[in-house]
């Protein structure tokens, strides 16, 4: 049974063989010999040989939405523990000024506490007393409150604004926006440079992005890069209506965030 069953197997796939055989395949000949072109392997190709090199920029602009305010409180005295004492109770009073405001303690942090000597004149080794130098860091999430919180601080003892910066909590968002559309200002750039001379533009060879950062803040340096890599900040004018802002002695203006390329494509 089973040597028959093999037999019919080999028959019944003889007789398929040769009905395949006289409807007949396509075959390149045949296609060719009927003027059929066989479908060509697709190939990408650039020429290196020829190319156009743009450089695309472009920026976006957005309202900020955070706030880091640094505030410094200098206190002296004659001896080092009273110069401290004093100097932790101006700050003790300006942090709880400002968190009467609705502020979260985790926004508020000291930074930058520097005790120096006074000296009774430059060319004197007599102490006359100490000075210290200590400084309260305010995030703000609520960019609304800039002018409570300076108000507030100042009058509970702090003697100096070191710093009001704006930016943005959400940078890399923008920053990708900036850059997809700084890629397509090159493709547009090179497509007119090419069409100008003739040519088209082809495929992307290279693409170089300008990496660069503006620091608009931090008197002492510190925080570089963390937040304003790309970033420009552009404060509007008043235009002379003289009417003062809602932010008081801030003007909230625009983040710029901008992204340069520098792109290298073929021509044909």
Known sequence: MKTLSIVLNTILICVLVSILATM????????????IQAPAESTTTCDSSRTVHVS????????????????GVQSNGRTPQLTEAVNSATVYRVIQAIKK??????????DRYVINPIYD????????????????????????????????????GANQVVN???????????????????????????SDLAEAAGAEAGCVLSINENTWSYFSGG??????NLWTQNTVQNIPSSGGSGDSSEFGPVNLGMISVRAEVKISYSLY
């Open 24 to 35: 007949g395949l396509p075959n390149n000949d045949v296609m060719a010999a009927e003027g």
């Open 56 to 71: 695309g920029t472009a920026v976006v602009n957005v309202t900020p939405d955070r706030v880091l305010i640094q505030l």
């Open 101 to 110: 405001l609705g502020i979260e303690e985790k926004d508020i942090v000291t």
């Open 121 to 156: 004149d430059y060319d004197s080794l007599t102490i006359e007393g100490y000075r210290i130098y200590n400084m309260v860091a305010v995030t703000l999430r609520d960019i609304s409150k800039v002018n409570d919180v300076l108000i507030s601080a100042l009058n509970a």
């Open 164 to 190: 009001v910066e704006f930016y943005l909590s959400d940078l890399r968002k923008y920053r990708d926006q900036a850059r997809e559309l700084a890629v397509i200002a090159a493709g547009e750039k090179a």
């Open 219 to 224: 008197y002492w340096g510190r925080n570089n």
